[in-house]
């Protein structure tokens, strides 16, 4: 899962160096965390099957869903390459030019989540701002194509990454295409994920008139926090280690951190769900589908449910919920 723990011979001095007038990792101390990140992966691919399942095959789409169906795809990709790393580490097999594959992979779905869940933030604040635009004059299929461009500039990205790093090894184009990645995930998509959340929870909560949601609104505001606490780190502590800035444990503890985020993702989804629900008989099906359920457009509170067109059913039920 690290490259200070690997014998590669395939990916550039810069990738490998140890920490620097420090003490050396303990392989006891990596062992752990590498069992950990395992254990989570694990859980993490469990449940974010399950929210392709049921978002792919048991639950009717909106614009909102597609992306996170995609960012559940991104998640799912991330953890399955880790906890093949993982197995290799703990097994001590000489994964040679594997693990660079891995590696890339790693990056590569890391970035699509980011740029995907910057792409809800964007999204989701341009629907409160402007409700009426996004429902008239927003393309069916936007959030398909944006999704499908958002995967392309990741793996356009990531296979220049592993074809000069990797194949054609040229360490300082190496160097300069890692930072440009690093650059992209931490100084431009997460201060924009960090904006455009901000800005959605203020108009939101410093409404003249409180505006009802959904729940929907609660599952971005917690993906985005949870991922800026968990899986920022990664950028910040692979960025810093490609400038050669190298810390003990590093970047470790970032792919740790990004596993517990990619596991938090379908609990987030499925406790929002559930929340207020007291039946006992209660469904994954049940839970996903009233977390992702959107009012299409922010609602005032003196509207009555009557005129838009769901009394008695259940988003005007969970509608009243949240009010």
């Not at 992306?67 to 994964?95: K, P, R």
């Amino acid at each position: 899962l690290s490259p200070t723990v690997t014998h590669d011979t395939s990916l550039p001095s810069y990738i490998k160096t140890n920490t620097v007038g420090k003490t050396e990792p303990s392989y006891a101390v990596l062992k752990f965390m590498e069992s950990f990140c395992l254990i989570s992966a694990a859980c993490g691919m469990v449940g974010n099957g399950m929210v392709l399942w049921y978002l792919g095959f048991r639950i009717r789409r909106n614009h909102f869903t597609v992306y996170i169906l995609n960012l559940a795809a991104a998640d799912f990709g991330y953890l399955f390459c880790i906890a093949i790393e993982t197995v290799q580490y703990l097994m001590q097999f000489n994964v040679g030019v594997q693990f660079g594959i891995f590696l890339f992979l790693d990056l590569f779905m890391y970035g699509t989540g980011l740029y995907l869940l910057t792409a809800i933030s964007i999204e989701r604040c341009l629907s409160v701002l402007c409700p009426i635009w996004c429902r008239s004059h927003r393309p069916k299929h936007l959030s398909a194509i944006i999704s499908g461009l958002l995967w392309g500039i990741s793996l356009l990205l990531n296979t220049l990454g592993y074809v000069l790093c990797s194949v054609h090894r040229s360490a300082g184009t190496c160097q300069i295409l890692l930072i440009t990645i690093g650059t992209l995930d931490f100084i431009f998509c997460t201060p924009l994920m960090l904006l455009f959340s901000l800005t959605l929870f203020l108009r939101v909560k410093c409404s003249s008139h409180h505006l009802r949601t959904g729940r929907l609104f609660t599952v971005i505001m917690l993906t985005v926090l949870f991922f800026l606490i968990f899986a920022v780190p990664l950028s910040i502590l692979i960025l810093f280690d490609f400038l050669g800035y190298k810390f003990l444990y590093s970047p470790e503890i970032g792919f740790v951190l990004s596993c517990v985020n990619s596991t938090l993702n379908p609990i987030i989804y499925f406790l929002v769900g559930s929340y207020k629900d007291r039946r006992i008989k209660f469904t994954l099906r049940l839970a996903f589908q009233r977390a992702f359920e959107d009012s299409e457009s922010p609602m005032p509170e003196g509207i009555p449910m009557e005129s838009t067109g769901s009394r008695g059913g259940p988003l005007g039920s969970f509608l009243r919920d949240l009010g």
